[in-house]
C-alpha cells in the first residue's frame, strides 16, 4: 500500500529583510515599474466575401479600438488576405497593409482613418488562404523574403503613393513592411529582441484553404524549424489546415508569438464547428485566447479591448492559494479558491498594498480550471496572472469612480475599468476583499498587552485603550497617537485618495501585503450549507477573520466582510513607519540614506484544530509570524465571531532571549522567527489519543541570511534548532527536541491509515539534514513509531546529512526550507524535498552560484534497525550511522535510472541547473512529484525577461524522476518569479460532481488548476492514495 502524507503546506511566497544578511522580497530590488517593452501586434483581417455580413460593425469596432487604446503602449499593424488581378501578383497569402508602428495619438488618427476607408468590395480578396497567411506574418516578424506579400499595390512599401489619401498617409510613414513594391526581405517590426509579439485574427466565417495551399504552408513551417505534426481537433473538419502548428511553432521560436483568434458569427452548422475548432487551437497552442463573439459591433470591440487589455497587462504578485476542507468530507475541498496578494512599493518604500480575492474551480473544455465570479477563465496565460477582465467573488458587478485618483487596470472592454474597483483583473489592491473592507462603518479590532507575560486576554485596539501608548507607537504627542491608532484602524487620516475627507472614509491602503502567509479556510457549517471563514496574516499587522462564502451572511457581515481582526503589539512600533511611508526597504545595493529592511507583521503561517474536546465542538486557530517575530498566537475561534486569546509561546524580542515563556522544566529560549506551522496531531501516548497535539519546528534564525564571501550562513550557535511538541489546547510545552540547525518548514506528520494516530513524523533543517520523530520501543530502540509513548519520551533521529559532499558541515550548504512531502511505499517511507535557499534569489549572493542544488528522494525504513548504521560500516558510503549523497543513486542526465541503478542506492537525487533552487514544498499525487525551481536574473544590461528570474515547475515520478511526457522532467513556469506551493485534493464543483486538482502543477500559471491523473505517462497507484490534510 502505498499513502501519501501532506504536511500543512508553507505560508505564501515572496519576501524580505536586511541585505547585510538577505530576503526573497531582495528579487524585487531594482525592477522599474513599466520597463516592459511596448508590444508588437499584427491584426490579421479576413477580408474574404465572409466579411460582408460583418463588416460595417467589424470596421467600426476595429477603427474605434484602434483610436482609443492608451496612446503609445502599443506597435499595431493590418494583415490583409491578397488581392489578385490589376497589378497584383496571384500569389496566395497575406501582405501587410499598414506595417506595425508605435501606435502613438497621430497614429491613431492615421490608422483609424485607415479601417474607415476600407471597402467591402474593393479591398475583398478572392482567395483567403489562412496557413499561408500565418506562415506570411511568421516572415514579416523575423524579417524573411516574403512569399506573397510583395508586388501588391496595397503593400505598405516605401513610396507607396497608388492608394487613397488615406493610405498613402499611413505608407508616408517611415517603418514600411518593404523598401520598394516587389522589395525582399522584409523590414521586420521587432526593434527589441524584449518586445512581446502578438497576433489578433478576427475571422468572419470558415475558409477553404485548398490542398495546394496546405501542401506548401506545411513545406515553409518545416523549413522554419517548426513541426508539421497534426494538432488533433474536434471536429476535424479543418485538421488538414496548417494555420495551428504555425501558430504553435510561433510561440516556440525565438518571437514567441501569442495568437489570439476572434470567431465572428460562429456558424453552427456544415464547416463552422471545425473552423472555430482550428481558432481554438490556434489560440491555445500558443498561449492566447479564443473568442466566440456576434457580428454586433459591441461584441467585437469587447472582445478586442479584452485582447489588448491581456496584451498590455502587467505582472503582479500573488501568495499561495487554499481551499476549504468540507465540514464533514475532510478528504474533499470546497470549490472556494482563495489567495493573498501582494504589491511591492514601486518606489521601494515601506507601504506595500495587499488583498484577499476569491475565486473558485470549473470545467472548461471538460479540464479544470481556475474561474472568477462570471464562470469565466480567471488567468491569462501570457502572464500567468489574474487576465484584465477577471472579476473575482466579492468585487461588485458594475463599475464606479473609486480609483479616479489613482487609475489603473487593464481591461478595456469595460469603459471606466481603470478608475473603477469593478473589474479588478490583476490589480492587487481593487476588489475583493479590501473592497469590502473599505465600504465598512465599523471594524471589530482587537489586540492585547505590550507585556508578553499579560498578553492572556483580547482588548479593544482603539484609542480609548489606555495601554497602547504613545511611547509603544512612537508618537510625539497624544493627538499623533490617536491618529497612528485610527490609520492602522483604516482611517483615511492622511487624504490618500485626495479627497479632503479624512475623518469619515476608509483608506485605499487600509489592506496590506500578504507576503508569506497562506489563507486558512475553515467551513463552521455543513457539507449542504458551507460557513466558511477564511483567516490569515498581513504586513500590515492584522491578522483576520472573513466571511468566506460567496452570498450567505455570517451575523451582520456579509460575503467578503470582516468578522474581526488582531493588531499583534510586536507591530506597534511599526505602525508610524507604515503610514509616513518615507523611509525605503533596504534592498541589496541601496544607496537610499535611512534605508531599513522591510517591516513585517502576521506574516506566518496560519494552522488550526477543528474537532471535539471533552465532548464539546472546538476549532483552535494559530498564527506564527514568521520575520515579524518569535511568537506562536492561539485562539479559540469555536463561535467564529467572538474570538478569545487562549495563550501565546515564545520570546518577546528578536535579538534576545529576555522574557522567554517557561513551561515547568522547559522553555522556548531556543525559538527562532516563527515560520514553521504548527501542525496538528493526535498520538496514542498523550490522552489516549483524544487530546490534541501540535508540533512544530524551531523557526528560522537570521544567521541564515548572512552572505560572506563563499558562506552562506553564521550558525554556530542558531535559534530554531529545535522541534517543540505542545498541548494544542493549553500550550504546555511536552518536549523540546534538537536538530544541528533551525527547522524552518513544517513537520510532517504520518499517521494510522485506520485510527488516524500518529506513527512517525519527519522534518529538514537548514542544514540539509532530515530527521525522523518517533516513539521509544523495546530495548529503547528510536526506530519505533510513537505508539503507547507520551511526548516526553519521544526521540528524534538525523536521518540523512545531505548539505554537503560529505556528512561534514561546509560554509555554503544545501538548505531545505519547506516540510518534506512523504509517501509510504512497501514499507519505507519515501522523503521528498528539494533544497535552495530562497531567501537569497539574486547572483549578487556569492554562496547563489556557489551551492549545487538538488531534488531528494530518500527512502527511509524505520523497521530496518541497520539502516543507517550500515552507512558507516562494511565500507559504507558516509562513514557514519546516516546516509549521504553517496547513500543515493545520482540522477544528472535526461536519461531515467534503471531499475538496477535505483536498488544500488536507499533514494535518488536530480540535479538542477547551476544556480538554480527549489523555492516551493513538494506535494506526491498520482505517483507524480511537483515541485517549482527558481533561478535568479542575471545582471546583463539589455537582457529580456521580468526582471524575476526563471521559474520552472517539475513534474516527474517520485521513484525514479522520470518526465511525466516526453524528454522534459520541466516546463518553463509563465510569470517567473517564487512560485507558490502547489496545492492538491478532491474538489466538490458547483454542480455537485467530484474531482481531483492539483494547482502549482501547470506550466500555465502557478495558480492554474489542473487534473493530476490526466498527464501522467507511468502506472497510477494499485492501491488507494491517502491524504493526511492538517487544518
Known amino acids: 500500500m502505498k499513502k501519501c502524507f501532506i504536511a500543512t503546506l508553507l505560508a505564501a511566497q515572496i519576501a524580505g529583510h536586511m541585505p547585510a544578511a538577505a530576503e526573497d522580497i531582495d528579487l524585487f530590488a531594482g525592477v522599474p515599474p513599466g520597463a516592459a517593452e511596448v508590444p508588437n501586434v499584427l491584426v490579421i483581417l479576413d ?20 483610436g482609443t487604446l492608451p496612446p503609445e503602449r502599443f506597435r499595431v499593424g493590418l494583415m490583409m488576405f491578397g488581392e489578385t488581378g490589376a497589378d497584383n501578383s496571384n500569389v496566395a497569402g497575406g501582405y501587410v497593409r499598414a506595417a506595425v508602428r508605435l501606435l502613438d495619438s497621430d497614429n491613431q488618427t492615421r490608422y483609424a482613418a485607415l479601417i474607415d476607408s476600407l471597402d467591402k468590395n474593393a479591398d475583398q480578396s478572392a482567395r483567403g488562404s489562412l496557413a499561408m497567411t500565418m506562415a506570411e506574418a511568421y516572415f514579416y516578424f523575423s524579417g524573411l523574403a516574403p512569399h506573397s506579400g510583395n508586388n501588391k499595390d496595397r503593400t505598405d512599401y516605401r513610396g507607396n503613393s497608388s492608394g487613397s489619401s488615406r493610405s498613402n498617409a499611413v505608407y508616408a510613414l517611415s517603418g514600411n513592411a518593404l523598401l520598394s513594391k516587389a522589395g525582399s526581405p522584409y523590414v521586420s517590426p521587432v526593434t527589441s529582441a524584449c518586445a512581446r509579439n502578438f497576433i489578433v485574427y478576427i475571422s468572419n466565417s470558415a475558409l477553404h484553404d485548398n490542398v495546394i495551399d496546405n501542401s506548401l504552408a506545411s513545406a515553409q513551417l518545416a523549413a522554419a524549424g517548426g513541426s508539421t505534426i497534426a494538432i488533433p481537433l474536434s471536429p476535424a473538419d479543418a485538421q488538414d489546415n496548417i494555420a495551428d502548428e504555425w501558430a504553435r511553432w510561433m510561440k516556440q521560436d525565438a518571437l514567441g508569438l501569442t495568437t489570439y483568434t476572434i470567431d465572428v458569427n460562429r456558424a453552427s452548422d456544415g464547416n463552422g464547428p471545425g473552423w472555430s475548432a482550428l481558432l481554438r ?44 476542507a468540507s465540514a464533514h468530507t475532510r478528504s474533499t475541498l470546497l470549490n472556494e479558491v482563495f489567495i493573498g496578494m501582494f504589491r511591492p512599493d514601486e518606489n521601494g518604500l515601506s507601504r506595500w498594498l495587499g488583498n484577499l480575492k476569491h475565486y473558485k474551480i470549473g470545467l472548461l473544455d471538460g479540464s479544470p480550471r481556475l474561474l472568477d465570479s462570471r464562470d469565466e477563465p480567471a488567468l491569462d496565460s501570457g502572464t500567468g496572472f489574474m487576465t484584465g477582465c477577471a472579476r473575482s467573488f466579492w468585487t461588485p458587478a458594475t463599475t464606479d469612480t473609486y480609483w479616479a485618483f489613482s487609475p489603473s487596470g487593464s481591461c478595456l472592454a469595460v469603459s471606466g475599468s481603470d478608475a473603477s474597483n469593478s473589474p479588478d483583473g490583476p490589480v492587487v489592491e481593487k476588489g475583493a476583499q479590501a473592497h469590502v473592507l473599505r465600504s465598512a462603518v465599523t471594524r471589530d479590532v482587537h489586540t492585547c498587552s505590550a507585556d508578553f507575560d499579560s498578553c492572556t486576554a483580547l482588548t479593544s485596539f482603539d484609542t480609548s485603550n489606555s495601554e497602547i501608548t504613545g511611547e509603544l507607537l512612537g508618537a510625539a504627542s497624544l493627538a499623533e497617537k490617536e491618529a497612528l491608532i485610527d490609520w492602522a484602524r483604516g482611517l483615511d487620516n492622511f487624504d490618500e485618495d485626495i479627497d479632503g475627507i479624512t475623518t469619515a472614509e476608509m483608506r485605499p491602503s487600509l489592506h496590506g501585503d500578504v507576503v508569506h502567509s497562506r489563507p486558512l479556510a475553515i467551513d463552521f457549517g455543513s457539507d449542504t450549507s458551507p460557513r466558511v471563514v477564511v483567516f490569515y496574516g498581513g504586513n500590515d499587522g492584522m491578522l483576520r477573520a472573513i466571511n468566506g462564502n460567496r452570498g450567505t451572511d455570517i451575523g451582520p457581515v456579509g460575503p467578503g466582510g470582516e468578522l474581526w481582526s488582531f493588531m499583534a503589539p510586536e507591530f506597534y512600533g511599526k505602525i508610524k513607519r507604515i503610514r509616513d511611508n518615507t523611509i525605503a526597504i533596504d534592498y541589496p545595493g541601496s544607496s537610499v540614506p535611512g534605508a531599513q529592511p522591510k517591516a513585517y507583521g502576521m506574516d506566518g503561517p496560519i494552522t488550526a484544530f477543528q474537532g471535539a474536546i471533552a465532548g464539546i465542538a472546538k476549532v483552535f486557530v494559530y498564527a506564527g509570524m514568521r520575520r515579524g517575530g518569535r511568537a506562536l498566537y492561539a485562539f479559540d475561534v469555536s463561535a467564529p465571531s467572538t474570538p478569545a486569546l487562549m495563550w501565546k509561546v515564545g520570546c518577546p524580542a528578536i535579538g534576545d532571549d529576555s522574557g522567554c515563556t517557561v513551561s515547568g522544566a522547559l522553555d522556548f529560549s531556543g525559538i527562532g522567527q516563527t515560520w514553521s506551522p504548527a501542525v496538528t496531531m493526535h498520538a496514542a501516548g498523550h490522552g489516549s489519543g483524544t487530546s490534541a497535539l501540535l508540533m512544530m519546528g524551531g523557526g528560522y534564525d537570521d544567521c541564515e541570511d548572512v552572505d560572506s564571501g563563499m558562506a552562506n550562513h553564521d550558525c554556530a550557535t542558531p535559534k530554531g534548532n529545535k522541534i517543540y511538541v505542545l498541548d494544542a489546547e493549553t500550550g504546555a510545552l511536552l518536549k523540546v527536541m534538537d536538530t544541528e540547525r533551525s527547522v524552518a518548514g513544517g513537520i510532517t506528520v504520518v499517521p494510522d491509515a485506520v485510527s488516524g494516530l500518529a506513527r512517525y513524523a519527519y522534518a529538514a533543517d537548514t542544514g540539509g539534514n532530515l530527521y525522523r520523530i518517533g516513539g521509544v520501543g523495546a530495548g529503547g530502540s528510536a526506530t519505533s513509531p510513537f505508539g503507547e509513548s507520551a511526548p516526553a519520551d519521544w526521540t528524534i533521529t538525523r536521518v540523512a546529512s545531505l548539505g554537503c559532499a560529505t556528512s561534514a558541515s561546509c560554509a555554503a550548504n544545501r538548505k531545505f526550507l519547506f516540510a518534506p512531502d512523504v509517501v509510504e511505499d512497501r514499507g519505507s517511507f519515501m522523503i521528498l524535498v528539494g533544497s535552495g535557499d530562497r531567501e537569497k534569489p539574486l547572483l549578487r549572493y556569492a554562496a547563489t552560484a556557489g551551492v549545487k542544488n538538488y531534488f531528494f528522494a530518500v527512502r527511509d525504513t524505520p523497521a530496518n534497525t541497520s539502516w543507517l548504521s550500515e552507512e558507516s560500516s562494511g565500507g559504507g558510503a558516509c562513514g557514519v550511522d546516516l546516509l549521504c549523497l553517496g547513500s543515493l543513486t545520482p540522477v544528472l542526465s535526461s536519461a531515467t535510472p534503471g531499475n538496477s541503478d535505483l536498488a544500488a542506492g536507499k533514494g535518488w537525487y536530480l540535479g538542477l541547473a547551476a544556480t538554480e533552487q527549489v523555492v516551493t514544498a513538494a506535494i506526491t499525487v498520482s505517483n507524480r512529484v511537483t515541485f517549482s525551481t527558481s533561478q535568479p536574473p542575471a545582471p546583463v544590461a539589455g537582457s529580456c525577461g521580468s526582471g524575476l528570474g526563471t521559474a520552472n515547475v517539475y513534474n516527474v515520478n517520485y521513484l525514479n524522476a522520470a518526465p511525466l511526457t516526453g524528454e522534459e522532467r520541466f516546463e518553463h513556469l509563465t510569470g517567473d518569479g517564487l512560485p507558490p506551493s502547489p496545492v492538491a485534493g478532491s474538489v466538490t464543483l458547483d454542480d455537485g460532481t467530484t474531482v481531483p486538482i492539483l494547482i502549482g502543477g501547470s506550466a500555465s500559471s502557478p495558480f492554474e488548476v489542473m487534473d493530476p491523473s490526466v498527464t501522467t505517462s507511468f502506472d497510477q497507484p494499485t492501491t488507494r492514495v491517502y491524504w493526511h490534510i492538517e487544518q
Not at 474574404?48 to 474605434?64: Q, R
Open 47 to 66: 477580408n474574404t466575401a465572409n466579411w460582408d455580413a460583418a463588416f460595417d460593425n467589424e470596421m467600426a469596432a476595429l477603427s474605434k479600438v484602434l
Open 281 to 324: 487551437s490556434m489560440a491555445a497552442v500558443s498561449g492566447g485566447k479564443y473568442f466566440d463573439v456576434a457580428a454586433s459591433g459591441t461584441a467585437i470591440a469587447d472582445a478586442l479591448n479584452v485582447a489588448f487589455g491581456e496584451i498590455q497587462a502587467v505582472n503582479s504578485v500573488f501568495a499561495s492559494p487554499s481551499l476549504p
